[in-house]
């Protein structure tokens, strides 16, 4: 069974599912090639993908709902006209809610530190001509947006849609960060025509696609510098291509932290060569005043030259570059703090080397210096972003556990037999309808990427849920197509084998007609239980009735049950009315055929003296005896007289013993009886016969307040059987690890000890 997971942590891995991280940083980006960002109906697709995936959390659970509902207005992305189309919906409904319950907030106030993530080659239509009214559109947007978001990430095909972005980000102060991505058209043109820097960014980050064995060009090095130049406050910098650093100086007079990347070139065969640092000119930069806070003019006011040394950090391979003692020489000279971090360690750890550069396209991160910039994934442009600049993860990647144990706690809730107990007079219509939401879930996570459908695509067959035909049907193209993959692959294997240590629900209530009446039904079942169950890790069959229960049991109680060693009982219903005869009656049936029980929960009073004669072998007895609250919730004693424990101790319970006579070898077993804060009536004599057999007894405050013991449910019954393992011809048999068996039309009442249930997933 899944445990709960703290909500940070489902908020955290609900955000990477919704965007991705590719999508969250890169929108457009995949891990093939960068022509794919120009696929238009590949970003619908993705966003269709994306929407499908929210609904389907919502509609899970409400817990589920209230930790993923407000993921879309905290991550936005908007990358086709079909995120434009449905984020006015969705912002009306929420507004809609609100308004309900008497709160008035103005839609942008929503975006409240948002990260927004905008592709405009395909959203706004602005993958055609760039209009004028579609500029103006596009000021709008971000003069109602951009001042409350945390950050903001744009993709910019064209120069007059950087003209407008740099006017709107001049205009807020405010702006934590923002994400530039520029086509080749930008470097492309003559003049970016923007006259008003961005004062406000203090972080800054280039980035140049392509290969790293070759330096920029003359004319690429002169539109980077003209790019950067637009951000004259900029105090950390990263460039990952060799710029010369000479003309940094006048340009950036507040700079303290410079990081360059110097790639080793490794060789075909994967050695490693050094690297050089000859391109960056530093050293006659750092003579001109690079980092030393100190520019031709400027003086502070007793006429001395300002001065503030700054850092310079080099990121490297195994080997120190080409120039390294030159510039650690200069650095020493200029009193400029010199790091040398070894980044570089393998070839997959370098941006992509086989395609030629397409085009210039520039990567630009830029934030304030109090916040953490973005977290990248790891594809050939990101790994140069995420491993090589060593960014502070923002959004930090979550083990492969957790990323499991969330998804399983999503396909099967919280508590799945809880819950099952709780809503069983669900209608047919019900059921199926959660069916279809947990297979749209299954799905949605499946394409949402490579990894995530790695860690959901056993999902099914670990957590087996049958309760409608639709999951029969589900489940037999699933096996199918896993059945055609491995045998593609050269693998051969049985089904059966494809459910190994699986935990599995079935509920024959609506899936077919369990009646053992009908030869062909019980028939049905004895094939399940002897081909699905051996290698399973537990099994919860939900009967409709008991005897349907009993009657497909008992003809195969010899052969399948023999190895049940641990067995719980309990009865739904208020816990003040004894069992009636027949409920007593048809609890010891349905107890007796499993001989060989050696561990049982008892959870109602029923008497002990059979006992003894049906369980020889019984080690350890656990009984609920519940206090029994009054009308103002001043709990009572409750009472052991109706167990007929002194009996069943004196006629040989928990020593091996039936009936007056003892085996040879005594072996004595343990009595655990869980109340309230008070004794029970009986205690005293319980214990005195117990001491005189030489019985160890135990008692559990367990049911320490009035909701534990609250007996206002129907009258109904449940028998719950949790089993064992056996160990056979020195291989352990996982047959029947635990099942359970479910009976009755009632609801859990929460007199019903959780802990109790829990243990049929231990």
Not at 85 to 100: C, F, G, S, T
Not at 318 to 340: F, Q, Y
Not at 625 to 638: A, D, V
Request: glycine share 6%; proline share 6%; net charge neutral.
């Amino acid at each position: 069974m899944a445990r709960r997971l703290p909500a940070e942590l489902i908020q955290d891995i609900l955000v990477q599912a919704w965007g991705d991280e590719e999508t969250l940083i890169l929108p457009g980006f995949t891990k093939e090639t960068t022509r794919e960002i120009l696929d238009l109906e590949s970003q619908e697709a993705r966003a269709r993908r994306r929407w499908q995936f929210y609904e389907s959390i919502c509609r899970l659970s409400r817990d589920w709902h209230r930790a993923n509902v407000d993921i879309p207005l905290r991550e936005v992305i908007l990358s086709c006209d079909f995120d434009v189309l449905v984020y006015p919906q969705l912002l009306k409904r929420r507004m809609e809610i609100d308004m309900a319950e008497g709160i008035h907030i103005s839609p942008q106030d929503y975006l409240n530190r948002a990260r927004m993530m905008i592709d405009f080659r395909f959203a706004f239509a602005f993958s055609r001509s760039f209009h004028h009214e579609r500029g103006e559109s596009a000021k709008r947007f971000f003069g109602q947006s951009m001042p409350n978001s945390r950050s903001v990430a744009l993709w910019l095909p064209a120069p007059s849609q950087f003209y407008h972005v740099m006017q709107s980000i001049s205009q807020f102060p405010s702006l934590s960060s923002i994400v530039t991505i520029h086509g080749p058209g930008l470097l492309g043109s003559d003049s970016l025509e923007v006259s008003t820097p961005a004062t406000s960014i203090t972080r800054l980050l280039v980035h140049f696609l392509g290969p790293v064995h070759i330096p920029l060009s003359h004319w690429e090095s002169r539109k980077g510098r003209e790019t950067i130049a637009l951000f004259p406050n900029a105090t950390d910098i990263t460039l990952s291509h060799d710029f010369s650093l000479i003309e940094f100086v006048p340009q950036f007079p507040k700079l303290k932290r410079l990081t360059l990347h110097c790639y080793p070139l490794y060789t075909l065969f994967g050695q490693a060569g050094r690297g050089t640092l000859r391109h960056w000119r530093i050293v006659p930069a750092l003579r001109a005043g690079l980092l030393q806070g100190k520019r031709e003019g400027l003086s502070d006011k007793r006429g001395k030259s300002g001065k503030s040394a700054g850092r310079l950090v080099i990121n490297t391979g195994h080997e120190e570059p080409d120039g390294w003692t030159d510039v650690a020489n200069a650095c020493v000279r200029h009193g400029v703090v010199l790091e040398r971090r070894c980044v570089f360690t393998t070839p997959s750890r370098l941006p992509s080397i086989k395609s030629p550069r397409d085009g210039p396209i520039s990567l630009h991160l830029f934030t304030f210096r109090q916040l953490k910039p973005f977290s990248l994934c790891a594809t050939p442009v990101t790994q140069s972003l995420h491993a090589m600049l060593m960014l502070p993860a923002d959004m930090p990647s979550l083990p492969a556990e957790l990323i499991r144990g969330i998804l399983t706690q999503a396909w099967i809730g919280d508590e799945p037999l809880l819950s099952l107990c709780e809503e069983w007079d669900v209608e047919e219509w019900e059921v199926e309808e959660r069916a279809r939401v947990r297979w749209e879930f299954y799905d949605a996570i499946c394409l949402l990427s490579r990894d995530w459908r790695q860690a959901n695509i056993d999902l099914p067959l670990r957590e087996l849920v049958i309760s409608c035909n639709l999951d029969l049907e589900m489940y037999t193209q699933l096996l199918r197509s896993r059945i055609e993959r491995d045998v593609a692959k050269g693998i051969h294997d049985h089904p059966r084998h494809y459910l190994d240590r699986a935990r599995m629900i079935f509920d024959f209530r609506y899936v077919l007609n369990v009646n053992p009446r009908d030869p062909a039904e019980g028939e049905f079942l004895k094939e399940f239980l002897t081909e699905s169950m051996p290698n399973s890790r537990s099994v919860a069959l939900l009967f409709p009735r008991l005897d349907h229960f009993q009657d497909a049991f008992f003809p195969h109680s010899f052969s399948l049950m023999p190895n049940i060693t641990r067995l719980l009982v309990h009865f739904l219903g208020p816990v003040a009315d004894p069992l009636t005869s027949w409920q007593s009656a048809q609890a010891r049936e349905t107890i007796a055929m499993y001989p060989n029980a050696t561990d049982i929960t008892l959870s109602r009073d029923m008497s002990l003296i059979e006992f003894v004669p049906q369980f020889p072998k019984l080690q350890r007895l656990t009984l609920q005896c519940y206090p029994l609250y009054t009308l103002f919730g001043r709990p009572g004693m409750g009472t052991l007289r109706y167990w007929r424990i002194i009996p069943a101790l004196a006629a040989g319970l928990l020593q091996g013993g039936i009936g007056g006579l003892r085996q040879s070898e005594k072996r004595t077993g343990r009595l655990i009886i869980n109340t309230g804060h008070e004794e029970p009536d009986g205690w005293a004599d319980v214990a005195k016969a117990c001491a005189r057999h030489g019985v160890p007894l135990e008692r559990r405050c367990i049911f320490t307040n009035t909701e534990q013991a609250i007996n206002d449910f129907p009258c109904g019954f449940i028998t719950i059987i949790n089993l064992g393992v056996l160990c056979i011809a020195d291989k352990v048999s996982l047959a029947f690890r635990h099942a359970m068996i479910r009976v009755g039309k009632v609801n859990l009442p929460r007199g019903v000890d959780v802990s109790d249930l829990d243990m049929i997933a231990m």
